[in-house]
């Protein structure tokens, strides 16, 4: 019983760990859910929220009504504004997290391979400025 629950955790940490190493590449969960909700607003995140299929696909399943339809995408609206404005609250420490790693990484590496890891951090950092000015120029058409 004690080992299944050992492995368990051993098991957990891993994940843990690979969910942080992700942090640290900039692959946020949390982007994935905002690119989800609004991706044109958001840059890089992995996962693309689709939303016309979305309600296309909630409008069959659940058989909204068109009276309902616009309740529904008001809700959707608020929902992608409350996952902006927690991004933006959360970007310090997701930045911090990143740091941290950076800090971390830094101080297993070799003389060598110091320039070699910063000319790597470079040019990742700058792609995902070019890319977060690109994405931040193609605004989310207005819905009426």
Same mark, same amino acid.
């Given at each position: %019983?004690?080992? %299944? %629950?050992?492995?368990?955790?051993?098991?957990? &940490?891993? &994940? $843990?760990?690979? !969910?942080?190493?992700? &942090?640290?590449?900039?692959? $946020?969960?949390?982007?994935?859910?905002?690119?989800?909700? *609004?991706?044109?607003?958001?840059?890089? @995140?992995?996962?693309?929220?689709?939303?016309?299929?979305?309600?296309?696909?909630?409008?069959?399943?659940?058989? !909204? #009504?068109?009276? +309902? %339809?616009? /309740?529904?995408?008001?809700?959707? *609206?608020?929902? =992608?504004?409350?996952?902006?404005?927690?991004?933006? #609250?959360?970007?310090?420490? &997701?930045?911090?997290? =990143?740091?941290?790693?950076?800090?971390?990484? =830094?101080?297993?590496?070799?003389?060598?391979? +110091?320039?070699?890891?910063?000319?790597?951090?470079? +040019? @990742?950092?700058?792609?995902?400025?070019?890319?977060?000015? /690109?994405?931040?120029?193609?605004? /989310?058409?207005?819905?009426?």
């Amino acid at each position: %019983m004690g080992h %299944m %629950m050992e492995t368990r955790t051993k098991v957990g &940490f891993a &994940f $843990l760990t690979i !969910f942080l190493l992700g &942090f640290a590449a900039g692959a $946020l969960s949390l982007s994935a859910y905002l690119r989800r909700v *609004d991706p044109t607003r958001q840059p890089i @995140w992995t996962i693309k929220f689709n939303r016309e299929r979305y309600v296309g696909e909630l409008r069959e399943a659940v058989g !909204f #009504r068109p009276e +309902q %339809m616009s /309740a529904l995408n008001a809700i959707l *609206d608020e929902t =992608r504004e409350e996952f902006l404005i927690l991004r933006r #609250r959360l970007q310090p420490q &997701f930045e911090e997290v =990143r740091a941290r790693s950076r800090q971390r990484i =830094r101080g297993i590496l070799t003389a060598d391979q +110091q320039p070699r890891f910063e000319a790597f951090l470079k +040019q @990742w950092d700058e792609e995902r400025r070019v890319e977060e000015a /690109a994405a931040s120029q193609s605004k /989310a058409p207005e819905r009426k």
